[in-house]
């Protein structure tokens, strides 16, 4: 794939962010890093569960995306 496509990320994530912003546990989503390097869609979450590992697929159109456990976010 080569060097990432940030405006396509962009598409890619606004594509995604409502419907995963749903599931339980999710806290946000954002672009960054992977553990591997890669730049792909980080997912927050407050726990990585069986449940969103089948509901995120670990990739979209060739970019990573990788679940962070973050625990429960709240504004004060």
């Known amino acids: 794939m080569g060097e990432a496509n940030i ?9 995604y962010e409502k419907q995963w912003l749903k599931f339980k ?14 730049v792909g869609l980080i997912v927050s979450v407050e726990k990585i569960t069986r449940e969103l590992r089948d509901q995120i ?5 060739g970019y990573p995306v990788e679940l962070k456990e973050v625990g429960k976010i709240s504004a004060f």
């Open 7 to 15: 405006p396509e990320l962009k598409a890619i994530k606004r594509q």
């Open 25 to 38: 546990g999710v806290q946000g989503i954002g672009i960054g890093l992977t553990q591997t390097g890669k």
């Open 57 to 61: 697929p670990e990739k979209i159109k």
